[in-house]
């Protein structure tokens, strides 16, 4: 079955820099548009950025539009989020997705908190 493990999350002052993985296994990643959400408390899934399969195309939401990258490997079968420039309103936990868009994490995310 499908399962996306992330990490790579913590604590990082406004400014700073931190850079996300998700190991991907049970499907064919290399098959597959990828994507990062995230959740800050009490609010909804928030989609942030999406890479195609070959990972020639990337999109991001305009909150963080120039301040993240989306990667992909798809020999490894890895996805990365290179996150720089944080800001508070970037604080939540973050998750992996598989399908164009899609917003349903299935793994535990990996949490980021923004803050002095």
């Known amino acids: 079955q499908v399962q996306l493990v992330e990490s790579g999350g913590g604590l990082a002052q406004p400014g700073g820099s931190l850079r996300l993985s998700c190991a991907a296994s049970?499907?064919?990643?290399?098959?597959?548009?990828m994507n990062w959400v995230r959740q800050a408390p009490g609010k909804g899934l928030e989609w942030v950025s999406g890479?195609?399969?070959?990972?020639?195309?990337?999109y991001y939401a305009d909150s963080v539009k120039g301040r993240f990258t989306i990667s992909r490997d798809n020999v490894n079968n890895m996805l990365y989020l290179q996150m720089n420039n944080l800001k508070p309103e970037d604080s939540a936990m973050y998750y992996c997705t598989e399908g164009f868009r899609s917003t349903t994490p299935r793994g535990r995310g990996t949490q980021v908190t923004v803050s002095e």
């Open positions: 890479i195609s399969a070959g990972g020639q195309n990337t």
């Open positions: 049970g499907f064919t990643f290399r098959l597959y548009f």
